[in-house]
Structures are given as C-alpha cells and as structure tokens.
C-alpha cells in the first residue's frame, strides 16, 4: 500500500528560488536607498516600467502579440494588480524600517502561503509541514521582536504586503499552465498602467539624477530575472514544498543590511533566523526520504 501527497523537490527548483531572492534582496537595497529621495509610486512606477521595457525588447521581436495572449485574462490581471498592492506597501515600508525587519514582517507570507494551499490548491498539509508553520512563525517574531515597534504605521504596511504576496503567489500556482513569459509580462504591465494613471500624485518636480535612473533600471532588471526564476520554479513543484526554500531571503536582507545600512542584527534575531533555516532544512530531508518510499506527486509541467 502505498501513500499519495509525497513530493519530490527539483533540484533545478530549489536553485531557481534561491536565484530570485537573491535578486530580490539586492533589489530591495536599492530600493531602500533609493526610498529616501523619490516618492514611492515612482519607483513602483520605475520596477515595473523597466521591465515591461525589458520584455519587450527581450521578447517582442519573436513572440508579437502572444506576449498578451493568455486563457486566463482576468486571473492575469487579478495577479498583477495584487503584485503592485504588495510592492507599494512594502517599499513604503523599506522606507522606514531596517532591510531585515521588513523582510522578516513581509516572511508571513510563506506561511500564509501553505495555509491557502492546503484550502484553495488540495495540497496536503502533512505534520512536518505544519511544525515547518509553526517554527517558522515562531523564528520571524525572535527577528522582529515584537512590541510597540510591530504596530508602527510601517509594520503594518509590510503586513498587508504579505498577505497581498501570499495570494499573488497561489494565482502563480493556479497559472502554471500558462506561458511563463506571458505571467511575467502582465504584472510589470500592470504596475506600469496603474502607476502611469496616478503619476500626477508624484508631485509636480522631480529631480532625479542619472546614477537614480541607472539604478532605477538595475531594479527592474533584478526583479525581471526574479520573477521569472520564480516563476519557473513555482511550474516544477507545488507552491507549499517551496515556499521553506524562500526563507533564505532572510539571510540575504540581513547580511545586506548589515553591510549596506549598518543594521547588525542581534543574537535573538540571529537565533530566529537559525530557526527559520533549520525548519526548512529538516523539512526538506522529511520530505525527501518520503519521496523514497512513495510515488510523487506530479508537477505542473512535465
């Protein structure tokens, strides 16, 4: 007799999340110093219209119009707009607090991300998974430390950030079908639009030097080769064996914010990240010595 609901984790998976947050974390920083400059909605405005123009000049000699084309308008657009609700308030929020901080309050989503799997996907939620939950909760609040600080205006902008990114990411599920060049060029279309149609609440003068456009443009590309990684990955497993593999975005926004900003963490959140890791790690070896003894489950994509 054998069971169902086993999975085994690509390897080439597994690289693809660490690429992106990679890309993620250095975009982050820029954006963070950036933040101080330059309103918001312009560098929403910057992420997302740089990589429309990336994909178009990358894409649109060879794919045309079916850069558009897609089953599933209404999901594509639902998906983009929830991305630009989550970028506007987390880089509100990067504005204000330390990189790590940010992160660690926007790593509800993982969580939130096994939970709406489970509900909306049929995934199954096994024990290592939820005790993975549960230690990786209890490792995000050893980092932020919770206190008057977690209800700041700003802490609460990186809440609502995750839960926006939690349901971008279980529509990326949903979309596995799709073209993954299309998936990735309606949220940047999206974010463009919209950020275009309240451009005039930027102000009415805006300085920007070349070095800000330059790096302006180093963010859009950053998060073109993320989001694309993640999307592959996310097409080659299911969304709740991934998602422990994104917690290394924390050791990146921390070590990141530490050289960059000055902001060295301290021994409790350096025990909460470990607590983090090592969830992650003893769950993904749970989960590879069941992949032995039973048939996994099939991917997105062959």
């Not at 909460?272 to 090592?278: H, N, Q, V």
């Amino acid at each position: 007799m054998t069971t169902r609901g086993h999975v085994h984790i690509p390897s080439s998976a597994v690289l693809m999340i660490a690429g992106a947050v990679a890309c993620f974390s250095v975009s982050d920083s820029l954006i963070k110093s950036l933040a101080g400059r330059h309103p918001v909605p312009l560098l929403v405005w910057a992420r997302w219209g740089f990589q429309v123009l990336a994909m178009l000049l990358w894409l649109a000699p060879t794919m045309g119009m079916r850069m558009v084309h897609t089953r599933q308008l209404r999901m594509q657009l639902l998906r983009g707009v929830l991305l630009i609700a989550s970028s506007l308030c987390f880089m509100s929020a990067l504005k204000f607090l330390p990189l790590a901080d940010a992160t660690a309050l926007n790593y509800l989503t993982p969580t939130l991300v096994i939970v709406l799997a489970v509900v909306f996907l049929h995934e199954r939620m096994t024990p290592a998974r939820m005790a993975f939950v549960v230690a990786g909760l209890a490792g995000m609040l050893m980092i932020v430390q919770p206190g008057a600080e977690l209800f700041r205006g700003a802490s609460l902008l990186a809440l609502a950030s995750a839960g926006c990114y939690a349901v971008y990411q279980i529509t990326t599920r949903m979309l596995a079908g799709e073209d993954p060049r299309v998936t990735l060029f309606y949220p940047a279309l999206v974010g463009a639009l919209l950020m275009t149609l309240v451009w005039p609440w930027f102000g009415s003068r805006i300085d920007v030097t070349w070095t800000d456009v330059a790096l302006m443009a180093a963010i859009g590309v950053l998060g073109t080769v993320g989001h694309f990684l993640f999307i592959l990955a996310f097409q080659r497993a299911p969304a709740s064996a991934l998602t422990p593999f994104t917690y290394i975005h924390l050791v990146f926004a921390t070590l990141i914010g530490w050289f960059a900003f000055g902001d060295l963490p301290d021994a409790l959140t350096f025990a909460g990240m470990a607590l983090i890791a090592g969830s992650g790690l003893l769950l993904t070896w749970h989960e590879r010595r069941r992949a032995l003894l039973a048939p996994s489950e099939p991917t997105a994509v062959d």
